[in-house]
């Protein structure tokens, strides 16, 4: 089954303590992304991928990184995070930009 | 400041009759267009897409048309069922080679039977 799977999908940690989101997906897709859903805010991207070792800054990419080391994994990490990153985060991969294909959604909650 | 714009947070419609769900934008070198659909707790799906070189484009239920000089989109769903009742997300593509998709704010539909 096609599929992009996010782990963990829910977390509540701290501030400051390191946590990385990972992403995985099975369709050999060379484009990967991450957003971020807030209320009244709609999705917001982050990080985004054309292919390994390939990312660059979406919109909102303060306070985060990414990697692409494997063409099937795309992993969010927060180095220290804030509670200003508390939000619903997607991941997605397509074999273009545009109709991509979104995983479950990974809640975070920094207190 | 907003590129992709959805004006509308909220869409009540009956069943059977049609919806609309509007979406203008702010930058002419947007070229290519998608509509996506969000249940809650799912991640959101792609559902239709239009290039600009057309001015419609038509899936089963689903239509999206495009006015270039206008900088407006919509999509129409006839007929309505309760079953489309979801966030309904805009989104165009952009950055060099289009390779950064931006999302409206999104329309809840709300379909009643």
């Known amino acids: 089954e096609a599929q992009v799977t996010q782990n963990p999908r829910y977390l509540i940690t701290v501030t400051g303590k390191k946590l990385t989101v990972t992403c995985s997906q099975n369709?050999?897709?060379?484009?990967m992304s991450w957003y971020r859903q807030d209320p009244g805010l709609g999705l917001r991207q982050i990080y985004y991928?054309?292919?390994?070792?390939?990312?660059d800054k979406g919109d909102v990419p303060e306070g985060y990184k990414v990697s692409r080391k494997e063409k099937r994994n795309f992993p969010l990490i927060l180095e220290s995070p804030s509670p200003n990153q508390t939000s619903l985060y997607f991941c997605?991969?397509?074999?273009?930009?545009?109709?991509?294909?979104f995983g479950e959604g990974s809640r975070l909650t920094v207190l | 400041d907003q590129q992709v714009k959805q004006n509308s947070p909220s869409l009540s419609v009956q069943e059977g009759r049609i919806s609309i769900l509007n979406c203008d934008y702010t930058?002419?070198?947007?070229?290519?267009f998608l509509w996506y659909k969000k249940y809650p707790a799912e991640g959101p799906t792609f559902l239709i897409s239009i290039s600009s070189i057309k001015d419609k484009n038509e899936d089963g239920r689903f239509t999206v048309f495009l006015n270039k000089s206008a900088k407006h989109l919509s999509l129409h769903i006839v007929p309505s069922q309760p079953g489309d009742s979801a966030v309904y997300f805009c989104a165009a593509l952009t950055g060099q080679a289009g390779t950064a998709l931006i999302f409206g704010k999104g329309t809840t539909l709300s379909v009643s039977s």
């Open positions: 930058n002419s070198m947007f070229d290519y």
């Open positions: 997605a991969s397509s074999r273009f930009p545009g109709e991509l294909f």
């Open positions: 991928s054309m292919n390994v070792e390939v990312t």
């Open positions: 369709m050999n897709h060379e484009y």
